[in-house]
């Protein structure tokens, strides 16, 4: 995998779904940002990465809710301002809303959305289906790392809008449950698309588990499907 996960549960498990990677530049690249994922990326040598920037999905707490933390520990420990990469100008305004909130001032953080950012690590945000309080605000992301073309779905009950991007990409990293929810794709409802997806050379990584037992078990026997691995 190019991605290091900090943590592959759902919103109410204890290590929530997030990931790193590091760019050519060293940048350090963030995807979500909980508390338990804030509370692993301090066990990293922060301060060796020329920049930091974490990328947004959306809203809910497993996925910022240790943003202004980070925010602040990297603002007053190490004297660094990080950029936050919304996948929209809402969503940019959202989390400006919730820093501000929190207690964050502006000059502690960089924030711009993805249209503006610049950087050949992200192709596009891919707007998707999540949850009704938070329509037209969750997000995946198209990704180039390290020479691979990579979907990151975010939590998303639907595959239908990253289906034309799966189709070229090397690697995907999906949103999935073992359990029925409205909120999030279901594993073996699923797992004809994903096998039709591996058959034609895409990588399918499981993350966000509600039940990560079941969820190996259910794969267990099945060629380029697995769940992703936790540093």
Not at 58 to 69: E, F, K, R
Not at 100 to 119: L, M, P, Q, R, Y
């Amino acid at each position: 995998m190019e991605l290091t996960f900090l943590g592959r549960e759902t919103g109410l498990a204890v290590n929530h779904t997030s990931a790193y990677f590091v760019t050519g530049n060293n940048e350090l690249v963030v995807i979500d940002c909980s508390v338990s994922a804030f509370q692993k990326l301090k066990q990293l040598r922060l301060k060796d990465y020329t920049h930091i920037y974490v990328h947004i999905t959306h809203t809910h707490s497993d996925h910022v809710g240790g943003l202004s933390l980070f925010v602040q520990y990297m603002y007053f420990t190490l004297h660094r301002v990080i950029t936050i990469i919304a996948p929209s100008n809402t969503v940019k305004q959202d989390i400006k809303t919730l820093l501000s909130i929190e207690g964050c001032a502006d000059d502690w953080f960089v924030i711009t959305d993805v249209e503006k950012c610049n950087k050949n690590w992200v192709n596009a945000s891919i707007l998707t289906d999540h949850t009704p309080q938070l329509h037209g605000k969750c997000f995946g992301y198209s990704l180039s790392i390290n020479g691979k073309n990579i979907i990151y779905t975010g939590d998303t009950n639907t595959l239908e809008p990253f289906e034309i991007d799966i189709l070229g990409c090397d690697e995907l990293y999906v949103d999935v449950a073992v359990g029925k929810s409205p909120a999030h794709l279901n594993l073996v409802e699923a797992l004809e698309k994903f096998l039709e997806f591996a058959s034609n050379g895409t990588k399918v990584y499981l993350m966000h588990l509600d039940n990560i037992q079941m969820a190996e078990e259910i794969v267990a026997e099945l060629d380029g499907i697995e769940l992703v691995q936790v540093e």
